[in-house]
């Protein structure tokens, strides 16, 4: 694996997707020398997509955490999503607010870290993984 500098910043593409059997997350990390790291979670819970986005975030939090890097950008296809954790839309919904809460308290380990929204066609790698976890 490779050991984070101090100086990079890493980039974590998350995906989530909900179904009746559950939800999915995928996320890839890429390091600076472009090497990845890849994970692929099926949840046996039932949550709606929107709340399988939040998971997503919140596990590439998690993973970028554990492999010790200092300084993330999160990559995530959700407008919505993006947008609320940025406070440029409003969450009014209670379990939406706790939700943001989470991740800001999870990503405060982080010297810097950010989310943007792309394309979905940009985040294939994740989108692949969350299909997949659906098999495990």
Do not use: C, H
Request: net charge negative.
């Amino acid at each position: 694996m490779v050991q984070p500098n101090e100086e990079e910043v890493w980039r974590v593409f998350v995906d989530g997707a909900s179904s009746l059997a559950g939800y999915r997350v995928g996320v890839v990390i890429i390091s600076l020398p472009r090497e990845k790291i890849k994970l692929a979670l099926r949840i046996d819970s039932r949550v709606t997509n929107n709340e399988a986005e939040y998971e997503a975030v919140l596990a590439g939090i998690q993973a970028a955490r554990e492999v010790g890097t200092s300084r993330i950008i999160l990559y995530s296809d959700s407008q919505l999503i993006t947008q609320k954790i940025k406070g440029v839309y409003e969450a009014k919904d209670d379990k939406m607010l706790k939700y943001l809460q989470l991740i800001k308290a999870q990503a405060e380990v982080f010297a810097d870290w950010g989310i943007e929204q792309i394309p979905r066609e940009e985040n294939n790698e994740a989108d692949t993984l969350a299909k997949m976890a659906a098999s495990l």
